[in-house]
């Protein structure tokens, strides 16, 4: 089932080929101002780094928690609910596709950015260690969002202002070390942190550090796994499934 699933994906990427496009392009024309801007204070490979962890995590809230609500438009949300695989089942499926796919936006930004640019990132092949470890963490995290989707219908319409607080609260422009106590304490909270922190020391991480970002990880997953479970149970008693 999982392997359909994932091929279900590439085969909708194929199909249609202008969104397809659109979503491997679309990156590196959202990054370059950031990048050039950064590179007058000779930080456009930080900020390269950073912003493509982030635009991980938004790719997996796109695909993972707010594509809740087209699955609900277009009338397949209950045909997932009845199939053999759990609904994080096929949420895990769509994060084996989308690691693929990212690697493939990746590879293609890091190159038009170095073409265009001039700007790389330090250390090429721990980056892309880091994107693919990281990613499990941002899973989770994103598993435990989408139990808020599923709950508060209407979140879509602050979708874009959420995703640029979590990007701005792990640092993705500013080092987390420079916020106030408080900020840095929520910054803790979401996954994406420690990957760009990881990114920002050269990857020499201490084992306690590797701990707090499983740990946190791991309560994202344990939270989602609870919350999505209890709220797709109610949907269900509700057979408001197909509505929105």
């Known amino acids: 089932v999982m392997f359909w699933l994932i091929k279900k994906e590439f085969l909708y990427n194929f199909r249609y080929k202008m969104r397809s ?12 101002p950031y990048v050039l801007l950064a590179e007058n204070y000779q930080a456009g490979s930080r900020i390269l780094g950073s912003m493509i962890l982030w635009s991980w995590l938004v790719q997996l809230i796109y695909g993972i928690s707010y ?16 199939s053999p695989i759990h ?20 590879g293609i930004t890091l190159i038009l950015t170095y073409i265009f640019l001039g700007v790389t990132v330090d250390n090429t092949l721990m980056f892309f260690g880091t994107l693919i470890i990281s990613s499990v963490g941002l899973f ?61 020391i050269e990857y020499a991480v201490s084992p306690i550090y590797i701990c707090m970002f499983a740990l946190i990880s791991l309560v994202w997953l344990v939270v989602g796994v609870i919350f999505v479970n209890k709220n797709l149970n109610s949907m269900k008693k509700r057979g408001d499934f197909e509505q929105w």
């Open 21 to 32: 496009l659109n979503l491997i392009f679309n990156p590196f024309f959202m990054i370059a």
């Open 87 to 106: 609904f994080i089942g096929y949420q895990f499926a769509y994060y084996i596709y989308l690691i693929f796919h990212q690697l493939l936006v990746t």
């Open 140 to 200: 989770c995290f994103t598993v435990g969002y989408s139990s808020f989707v599923l709950k508060y219908k209407k979140m879509q319409g602050i979708n874009t202002t959420l995703q640029n607080v979590f990007g701005f609260l792990s640092g993705y422009t500013i080092p987390v070390k420079k916020f106030p106590v408080v900020l840095r304490f929520a910054s803790y909270l979401i996954p994406l942190t420690y990957a760009i922190y990881a990114m920002d």
């Open 67 to 82: 594509g809740i609500e087209s699955l609900k438009i277009e009338g397949v949300l209950g045909i997932i609910l009845m």
